[in-house]
């Protein structure tokens, strides 16, 4: 009997603990306001290599960029992606396998679009160069509504005690990457997420929020002189987002790490090579002052230089 009442009264001690474990919404996407203004700081590294062992020098193309500045929301549709913005530059630092790439003048002004499914970069508008467009892209690119956000693919719509984790949605995930000139099988996809912590930043209470994925068996178009017999994609992301979800994710930081092995067919058949890329991306955000309430913006509107409206914001992935 005494051992009964040992249990129970063990049983009630821990009930309190178990209801008073506070539990938080998960919003991973925000939406933003025409009129908007964010302070912007962003930092990217992108490595891939090619190499045939045995055979030749790898082949190797390194980008490296650092940006900050002043964003703005020009045009938000009503869905909350902006279609249209602008950035000021205060600092810019790019290089591509070490030498600087045409640089970005303190004020200059870079606005940015999405033009079919890609994202187009003017810079005192101006169309930017290749080199230039190719790093803003790590940073600073956008995406139609009908592509899924971060909040589909790593997010949940069930509140979340810290310390929780929750599975990834695999079948958004193949969705997505597969429009990334992959093709990604939801079955070859594993993950989660998890509420690491609560966390402030300067002076924002936010939700620390982590998430990794893990693919097997990626596929891509590759050359008919080779085919593929090994492949691995793995992401990881992590966040803070402010309990505020009327305001954008202070800081988010993204990596990817592709694997790929490769065997020559023909006569190439004995010829084993791979492929590899790893990206790293932080962006820094700060609401620097709301905009009005956000009027809809039409699919398509005709802008000075033959610009058209219909991209969203920076991405929090």
């Given at each position: 009997?005494?051992?009964?009442?040992?249990?129970?009264?063990?049983?009630?001690?821990?009930?309190?603990?178990v209801?008073?474990?506070?539990?938080?919404?998960?919003?991973?996407?925000?939406?933003?306001?025409a009129?908007?203004?964010y302070?912007?700081?962003?930092?990217?590294?992108?490595?891939?290599?090619?190499?045939?062992?045995g055979?030749?020098?790898?082949?190797?193309?390194?980008?490296?960029?650092?940006?900050?500045?002043?964003?703005?929301?020009?045009?938000?549709?009503?869905?909350?992606?902006?279609?249209?913005?602008?950035?000021?530059?205060?600092?810019?630092?790019?290089?591509?396998n070490?030498?600087?790439?045409?640089?970005?003048?303190?004020?200059?002004?870079?606005?940015?679009?999405?033009?079919?499914?890609?994202?187009?970069?003017r810079?005192?508008?101006?169309?930017?160069?290749?080199?230039?467009?190719?790093?803003?892209?790590?940073?600073?690119?956008?995406?139609?509504?009908d592509?899924?956000?971060?909040q589909?693919?790593?997010?949940?719509?069930?509140?979340?005690?810290v310390?929780?984790?929750w599975?990834?949605n695999?079948?958004?995930?193949?969705?997505t990457l597969?429009?990334?000139?992959?093709?990604?099988?939801?079955?070859?996809?594993?993950?989660?997420?998890?509420?690491?912590?609560?966390?402030d930043?300067?002076?924002?209470?936010?939700?620390?929020?982590?998430?990794?994925?893990t693919?097997?068996?990626?596929?891509?178009e590759?050359?008919?002189?080779?085919?593929?017999?090994?492949?691995r994609?793995?992401?990881?992301?992590?966040?803070?987002?402010?309990?505020?979800?009327?305001?954008?994710?202070?800081?988010?930081?993204?990596?990817?790490?592709?694997?790929?092995?490769?065997?020559?067919?023909?006569?190439?058949?004995?010829v084993?090579f791979?492929?590899?890329?790893?990206?790293?991306?932080?962006?820094?955000?700060?609401?620097?002052?709301?905009?009005?309430?956000?009027?809809?913006?039409?699919?398509?509107?005709?802008?000075p230089?033959?610009?058209?409206?219909?991209?969203?914001?920076?991405?929090?992935e």
């Amino acid at each position: 009997m005494r051992r009964k009442y040992l249990l129970v009264l063990t049983v009630l001690l821990l009930l309190p603990a178990v209801a008073l474990a506070e539990t938080y919404d998960i919003v991973m996407s925000r939406t933003a306001r025409a009129g908007d203004r964010y302070s912007v700081a962003a930092t990217a590294q992108s490595v891939s290599r090619a190499e045939a062992p045995g055979k030749r020098s790898p082949t190797v193309t390194e980008r490296r960029l650092a940006i900050s500045g002043e964003l703005e929301m020009l045009e938000v549709r009503a869905s909350g992606r902006a279609s249209r913005s602008r950035l000021t530059v205060s600092h810019f630092e790019g290089t591509e396998n070490g030498k600087p790439v045409a640089g970005l003048a303190e004020g200059a002004v870079v606005t940015a679009q999405l033009e079919g499914e890609d994202t187009v970069y003017r810079v005192n508008g101006e169309p930017a160069e290749e080199g230039l467009s190719e790093l803003l892209k790590m940073v600073l690119h956008y995406r139609r509504d009908d592509i899924p956000d971060d909040q589909a693919f790593f997010g949940t719509d069930q509140p979340r005690a810290v310390g929780e984790a929750w599975p990834v949605n695999a079948a958004v995930a193949a969705e997505t990457l597969s429009r990334d000139k992959l093709t990604v099988e939801p079955g070859d996809v594993t993950g989660q997420t998890r509420l690491v912590d609560l966390t402030d930043v300067d002076g924002t209470p936010c939700l620390r929020i982590a998430g990794e994925v893990t693919v097997t068996d990626v596929e891509m178009e590759l050359p008919k002189m080779a085919q593929l017999t090994s492949s691995r994609l793995v992401l990881a992301m992590e966040g803070d987002y402010p309990r505020d979800t009327d305001l954008p994710p202070t800081r988010v930081k993204s990596t990817s790490d592709l694997d790929m092995q490769l065997r020559g067919t023909g006569l190439l058949a004995s010829v084993r090579f791979s492929v590899t890329e790893q990206r790293t991306v932080e962006r820094r955000l700060r609401l620097i002052a709301r905009g009005p309430e956000a009027k809809p913006a039409p699919d398509t509107e005709e802008l000075p230089d033959g610009e058209t409206t219909g991209w969203r914001v920076l991405r929090s992935e």
